[in-house]
């Protein structure tokens, strides 16, 4: 083959939807953004998708015949080696959307599709913090906690689109902590922004006295002010200090669950919880160290994802990149 | 080729060794039983594990030439990819004992090595329980809790020989139950037969008036009255049955995470404590239900295993007949 070959990848969001051309090192071109409109229904969302991709293929100066393959990634509820989204909480009013169809009838082109946890976790992989991994566990940490498995190259789907559910591993017999998915201890309960925010409010409704955490949460119009938390930790408040040792310490233990279970040579993480930095990562990985078995402990590799935003889209197109090598043989 | 492929299983405990000769559809022939006389060291364990290997092969009626692979599993902390047993507790004195290259140069054979529990696992999933398993998960509740993974056929050992632990995944975040691994919270520490023993004399510790089930413990001259909890359930005692159900419920709890993090088509339990047969199942089964993600909970297969004690020596075989397909190239 003469020409380099190129293949879209697509990240469908509640809000906005991202597209760009990445070449088979990984090397991405400049993306394109269209809204989801998720709200105007299913057959406008597959049309907006398409769009995406044409504009994607346009801002990388490209023509669909340069294109080897499409890598689609989506949120919600589905149904993987079908390629469709069945009862998305993000895409209403969308219901069994065949996605992977729809694209591939569209555009003529090999089309994969992928959970967008799982796509994220196989860009970081690809070509982000996990490219020296061979196997990989990515925890991403914002509203909900999400997740992905690579092992040894393979997207750990599960055999029913349900695999790499990180945030729902149950850490806890009791009923101290509901999930927002219902059920009482998962991970997501005490690890999750949404939970960091709540923990924050209850203590600092019982206390007397002056509170820097107490002050900032008052302060910010942040909707989801997890942030605050970190930052009234950074300025020493003592009540934030312990909050954000607790979410290390919970992290760890699904860390250590992973390492026990799946026993990977890397843990990642990535999402907006992040943003606390080296200090945060660092406590994570002395709990890890303190709960996990001695072998793992020491030599399991923990760092933060290093693709941002981008990592579900440049996932979507390893996925597509690995459904051409499939198809012509490659191992 | 002419004959039929055959290889030898075999299963290193801390009492026994016992290997057996298998055929390519996981037929057993009859096996043979050594004592595993660790105390006497490892070169003289090794010479044990060729001499039963020998032992199993003549009971098929075979010689050596007939034999297309050799897999040994033991138990303990190993380095799979290379063969080691390192520190194994059950095999004092042993360390750092180089398994597979002994075996190899014995036999000239291609041998494979694999950790017991994963070996039995696989043993379930080749011909057992997880036959027609695409993915399984397998706990042994034993006096621990061991386990198996095997994902589209490929048994999961991690990348540091640690995959798999399933009973040492945390489910609790209080100091309420200590594993024998040191560990507060792990599965083993509430679910396997030792904690159920523990759990049954706490009861019995601080009950007045009449008691089935202390009357039980008190006469049973077993080691790890374990199965008496059971029976005393099924007398009608009100804290054994209790005792049962909450065993019921975290062994559900193990599943329900496996379910949400590995999604198998199967889930399977050996060891000693199914032998407290369909209703306790039926429990586990209930509470999985309970607890799990709706797809998944309706979908995922849930049973006991079928090959009992044979589980480990045939899941050597089958770790032999993958290493001789792959080294065969066969896919």
Redesign the interface.
């Known amino acids: 083959m003469s020409s380099p070959l190129l293949y879209v990848g697509l990240d469908v969001g509640g809000t906005t939807m991202k597209a760009v051309v990445v070449d088979d090192h990984g090397k991405a071109a400049r993306s394109a953004t269209m809204p989801t409109e998720a709200f105007k229904g299913q057959e406008h969302g597959l049309n907006q998708m398409c769009a995406t991709i044409r504009k994607a293929i346009a801002a990388a100066g490209k023509t669909e015949k340069d294109i080897a393959g499409i890598g689609v990634a989506t949120p919600g509820?589905m149904d993987i080696p079908n390629g469709i989204v069945l009862d998305p909480p993000n895409l209403k009013p969308w219901q069994n959307v065949p996605v992977r169809d729809h694209v591939h009838k569209a555009f003529g082109i090999p089309t994969a599709f992928q959970n967008d946890a799982n796509a994220a976790a196989f860009g970081e992989y690809w070509v982000g913090a996990g490219k020296v991994a061979?196997?990989m566990v990515m925890f991403t940490l914002g509203t909900g906690i999400g997740g992905g498995?690579i092992?040894n190259n393979l997207v750990?789907?599960?055999?029913?689109?349900?695999?790499?559910?990180?945030g729902?591993?149950?850490?806890?017999?009791?009923k101290n902590r509901r999930c927002g998915?219902g059920?009482w201890g998962c991970l997501e309960a005490?690890a999750s922004a949404t939970s960091v925010v709540k923990r924050a409010q209850e203590a600092v409704a019982n206390l007397t006295g002056p509170s820097i955490l107490r002050d900032l949460l008052k302060a910010t119009d942040e909707e989801l002010p997890a942030k605050v938390v970190f930052q009234a930790a950074d300025q020493g408040d003592e009540v934030a200090k312990k909050l954000v040792l607790d979410t290390a310490y919970?992290l760890a233990?699904g860390a250590?669950?992973?390492?026990?279970?799946?026993?990977?040579?890397m843990i990642v993480y990535a999402g907006g919880m992040t943003a606390a930095g080296d200090p945060f990562l660092n406590q994570i990985k002395h709990y890890i160290k303190e709960?996990a078995?001695p072998?793992?402990a020491e030599?399991?590799i923990v760092r933060y994802a290093k693709l941002g935003n981008d990592a579900g889209m440049i996932g979507a197109a390893a996925c597509a990149r690995q459904l051409v090598m499939k198809m012509s043989g490659t191992p």
Not at 160 to 166: D, F, L, M, P, Y
Not at 168 to 174: E, Q, W
Not at 256 to 265: A, R, S, V
Request: glycine share 6%; hydrophobic share 40%; proline share 5%.
């Open positions: 509820t061979k196997s498995v092992i750990l789907e599960g055999q029913h689109s349900h695999g790499a559910e990180v729902h591993m149950k850490i806890d017999l009791g998915c059920r005490f919970y233990v250590m669950n992973m390492m026990h279970l799946i026993d990977p040579d709960l078995f072998v793992p030599k399991t």
